[in-house]
């Protein structure tokens, strides 16, 4: 089993910056992607970012240039700087996390709500 604990939401104003952090525990060896997804209501939950245990990062192409994505993986833990933040950026943000191999679990954290005032 694999826990997720995400902390770093909250309110901005447009052109604002937020650091989402999430951590990691339990059988954290099994993992091999983490990153982060956002959902607003009326709308599917969709990717914005994730990297694997090897360093593989995918950015949606709307936060590209705008959102960075980090891991330490001796330390389990993956964040997600995000800049020049917009309204549209409004979403509960929540972390995830891929087993290796075919048929590998995946985990969700809680989320947490980012909010982009205009």
Same mark, same amino acid.
Not at 70 to 97: F, G, H, I, W
């Given at each position: 089993?694999?826990?997720?604990?995400?902390?770093?939401?909250?309110? +901005?104003?447009?052109?604002?910056?937020?650091?989402?952090?999430?951590a990691?525990?339990?059988?954290?060896?099994?993992?091999?992607?983490?990153?982060?997804?956002?959902?607003?209501?009326?709308?599917?939950?969709?990717? +914005?970012?994730?990297?694997?245990? &090897?360093?593989?990062?995918?950015?949606?192409?709307?936060?590209?240039?705008?959102?960075?994505?980090?891991?330490?993986?001796?330390?389990?833990? +993956?964040?997600?700087?995000?800049?020049?933040?917009?309204?549209?950026?409004?979403?509960?943000?929540?972390?995830?996390?891929?087993?290796?191999g075919?048929?590998? &679990?995946?985990?969700w954290?809680?989320?947490?709500?980012?909010?982009?005032?205009?």
């Amino acid at each position: 089993q694999v826990q997720l604990v995400e902390s770093g939401g909250g309110l +901005v104003q447009a052109g604002g910056s937020l650091r989402l952090s999430c951590a990691a525990s339990g059988s954290t060896s099994s993992i091999n992607v983490m990153g982060w997804y956002r959902q607003t209501p009326g709308k599917q939950r969709e990717l +914005v970012a994730d990297i694997s245990r &090897s360093g593989r990062i995918n950015y949606a192409d709307s936060v590209k240039g705008r959102f960075t994505i980090s891991r330490e993986n001796a330390k389990n833990t +993956v964040d997600l700087q995000m800049n020049s933040l917009k309204p549209e950026d409004t979403a509960v943000y929540y972390c995830y996390a891929l087993e290796f191999g075919w048929g590998g &679990s995946d985990y969700w954290g809680q989320g947490t709500q980012v909010t982009v005032s205009s």
